[in-house]
Nanobody
Framework: VQLQASGGGLVQTGGSLRLSCAAS????????IAWFRQAPGKEREWVSS????????YWADSVKGRFADSRDNAKKMVYLQMNSLKPEDTAVYYC???????????????????WGHGTQVTVSS
């Protein structure tokens, strides 16, 4: 089982980036995919989760309205489109997969069994 995030980079405030998460070794359809991020000196924080059942995406308040997600189960790819980026979005971003956590647990790291290596996003002011 592998998850690999990519697409990070350096962008100016207000810019956009699209992160990709490639999954292998498991059936993506059956898993909820989440994005987390970790800024220097801070704890890893939840960004979003897209549920495998109803396909609904849940968002952290800090990114709601600026970020969007999509997934292609056939290609085993998940995408995080980040718009209107702010310096506080600077972090290493991780994708993770979990076997259908309940809604109240979507934001918890322990709900996700598989984690990929992160990709660095830096937003300059």
């Amino acid at each position: 089982v592998q998850l690999q995030a990519s697409g990070g980079g350096l962008v100016q405030t207000g810019g956009s980036l699209r992160l990709s998460c490639a999954a292998s070794g498991f059936t993506l359809d059956y898993y909820t995919i989440a994005w987390f991020r970790q800024a220097p000196g801070k704890e890893r924080e939840w960004v979003s989760s897209r549920r495998s059942g109803d396909g609904r995406t849940y968002w952290a308040d800090s990114v709601k309205g600026r970020f969007a997600d999509s997934r292609d189960n056939a290609k085993k790819m998940v995408y995080l489109q980040m718009n209107s980026l702010k310096p506080e979005d600077t972090a290493v971003y991780y994708c993770a997969a979990g076997p259908r956590p309940i809604i109240s647990a979507l934001h918890l790291m322990g709900s996700y069994s598989y984690w990929g290596h992160g990709t660095q996003v830096t937003v300059s002011s």
